[in-house]
């Protein structure tokens, strides 16, 4: 065997060690980050889970509370949807239509009438001015304590 022919196979040698190394570590990749997602769909099939059981219960204390205090503002109301949110407690749109997270059900009734009436205050007024938070003020007359309160928690 000539030196150049050693030296070629061992380059091959060297290339295909390098190859299974690579193979190796590419496995081993796909397998650490599969294992992060299947994890994560664990947890959120859990929260749904928890949303789904839940969800009924809430809409009863929402729409309660809706009935309870637009007795006062008197607005016309879209459809109320309970959500499972992230970030928020509730949200509405211009057509009427209000949002609430599910998760209301389990802070304290004050906390859930100021939500309420929040969300029914920017069905008269779309933005956080003056005039909005004296519509607040018509059913909650504590709201900025109960304000500083919700923000304390996390969703
Ligand atoms: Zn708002």
Not at 4 to 11: G, P, V
Not at 115 to 122: D, K, Q, S, T, W
Request: with cysteine; glycine share 4%; charged share 25%.
């Amino acid at each position: 065997m000539s030196g150049s022919l050693r030296c070629c196979l061992a380059k091959n040698i060297l290339a295909a060690t390098m190859i299974m190394l690579f193979k190796l570590l590419d496995f081993a990749m796909i397998f650490v980050f599969r294992r992060a997602p299947r994890k994560r769909q664990k947890v959120s099939q859990a929260a749904r889970k928890h949303y789904l059981a839940n969800r009924e219960m809430a809409r009863k204390v929402i729409k309660e509370l809706i009935d309870e205090l637009n007795g006062c503002y008197q607005v016309k109301i879209g459809r109320v949807a309970v959500k499972h949110h992230k970030s928020r407690w509730g949200s509405c749109s211009s057509k009427g239509n209000l949002n609430f997270n599910y998760k209301i059900l389990f802070l304290p009734r004050e906390l859930q009438e100021y939500i309420v009436a929040h969300e029914l205050c920017h069905l008269l007024e779309f933005n956080h001015g003056r005039n909005f938070w004296e519509l607040v003020a018509k059913t909650i007359n504590d709201y900025k304590l109960r304000r500083m309160a919700l923000k304390k928690i996390n969703i």
